[in-house]
């Protein structure tokens, strides 16, 4: 894989650039120590992985990710531990390493990533994985708690609650309260089972037991019905 390495410290970079040799399947063809400079360099060459800190002075390494347009696998590298959480809302970050980083660890991490694109490249050149496995993996979606990911199966969802930066999943045995947004999430979720009825609120339509004026009953739970959403959840439904 070839890869970059983007750090604002030498020392940093030179550590990454020794694990890099210990693993024969590394390239690292170039360095940086300004994410301004690497954003420069990716928009005209492509490469498979990125070494990337988050602490950079001007511009930060989450700031990197967002203005690329479609980022490589990216693992991060920091010295700040507390930034866990935020790294698992971007798909394209492979893992984390706290510095000083051990051998054993940066293995652990340039393996997840050889998996993932591996994955990604059977997917795009082959038809070896059933279509009963691609809809059995996209019922299904990871969620970050207490820095697990916990699985949850999208049908068990029954409604989706925007609570400030957080978003509550109430699902068919448990609720789940998760830092992200309702944009975010509407994104994974079907549109053929899931509607937004209101700014706060995504609902399964599956789990509809009533519908009163500018309301509907989900299990136990009165979920509000927008003006401007009313007509679409009404569209949706099989009346007679």
């Given amino acids: 894989m070839n890869c970059l390495i ?5 020392a940093a970079r030179a550590i990454v650039e020794q694990l890099c040799k210990s693993e024969g ?5 170039e360095q940086f120590s300004n994410a301004i400079q690497a954003i420069k ?9 990125i070494f990337l800190d988050i602490h ?30 935020d790294a698992f809302e971007y798909e394209c970050i492979v893992d984390y390493l706290v510095k000083p980083i051990t051998l054993p660890r940066f293995t652990k991490a340039i393996e997840k990533a050889k998996k993932f694109t591996f994955s990604a490249n059977e997917n795009s050149v082959s038809n ?5 496995e691609v809809k059995e993996e996209d019922q299904q979606l990871y969620i970050n708690i207490d820095r697990r ?3 949850i199966e999208i049908p068990s969802i029954n409604v989706v609650e925007a ?23 509407e994104e994974k979720l079907p549109n053929d089972l899931f509607l ?4 706060s609120y995504i609902i399964n339509l599956k789990r509809i037991v009533d519908i009163e004026d500018n309301s509907v009953l989900i299990e136990k739970d009165v979920i509000p019905v927008s003006r401007s959403n009313r007509s679409e959840l009404m569209k949706r439904l099989n009346l007679l």
């Fill in 25 to 29: 399947s590394l390239n690292v063809i």
């Fill in 196 to 199: 937004k009825v209101h700014r």
């Fill in 163 to 185: 609570k400030g930066d957080y978003i509550l999943i109430k699902t068919k045995d448990k609720n789940y309260t998760v830092h992200s947004t309702l944009k975010k999430i």
């Fill in 149 to 151: 990911l916990i699985k």
């Fill in 41 to 49: 360099y990716l928009n005209q060459n492509q490469v498979d992985l």
């Fill in 128 to 132: 070896s994985v059933s279509k009963e």
């Fill in 56 to 85: 950079m002075p001007d511009f930060t390494g989450f700031d990197l990710i967002q203005t690329l347009k479609k980022p490589p696998r990216i693992i991060l590298t920091t010295s700040d531990e507390k930034f866990a959480i």
């Fill in 6 to 10: 983007i750090d604002d410290e030498s």
